[in-house]
Nanobody, 120 residues
Framework: QVQLVESGGGLVQPGGSLRLSCAAS????????MGWYRQAPGKQRELVAT???????DYVDSVKGRFTIARDNAKNTVFLQMNSLKPEDTAVYYC??????????????WGQGTQVTVSS
């Protein structure tokens, strides 16, 4: 099995910054890509940012220039640096990993979610 453990969420004022972390562990052969999704109350889950094992990144338009995704491949960890936060960034953020397991099945795994609240 594979476990993704998230940390770093919390309450921050508009314009502030927050850094999320997600560490994957377990029966991992390799991780092709990792990413962050978020879900606000009453809305569908959306993709925020992704990063491949080669370092290629992609972002949803609403966070470009404010958020930065990075990863430490040796530690199977992905980070999301969030700057200039806005109230509309408030959501539960979920880590995702596309994992090739040691049994050589390629599967998606999810973190438990971490709450990010941006409010005055």
């Amino acid at each position: 099995q594979v476990q993704l453990v998230e940390s770093g969420g919390g309450l921050v004022q508009p314009g502030g910054s927050l850094r999320l972390s997600c560490a994957a562990s377990g029966s991992i052969f390799s991780i092709n890509a990792m990413g962050w999704y978020r879900q606000a109350p009453g809305k569908q889950r959306e993709l925020v940012a992704t990063i491949t094992s080669g370092g290629s990144t992609d972002y949803v338009d609403s966070v470009k220039g404010r958020f930065t995704i990075a990863r430490d491949n040796a530690k199977n960890t992905v980070f999301l640096q969030m700057n200039s936060l806005k109230p509309e960034d408030t959501a539960v953020y979920y880590c995702n990993a596309k994992v090739l397991t040691t049994s050589f099945y390629r599967r998606d795994y999810w973190g438990q979610g971490t709450q990010v609240t941006v409010s005055s």
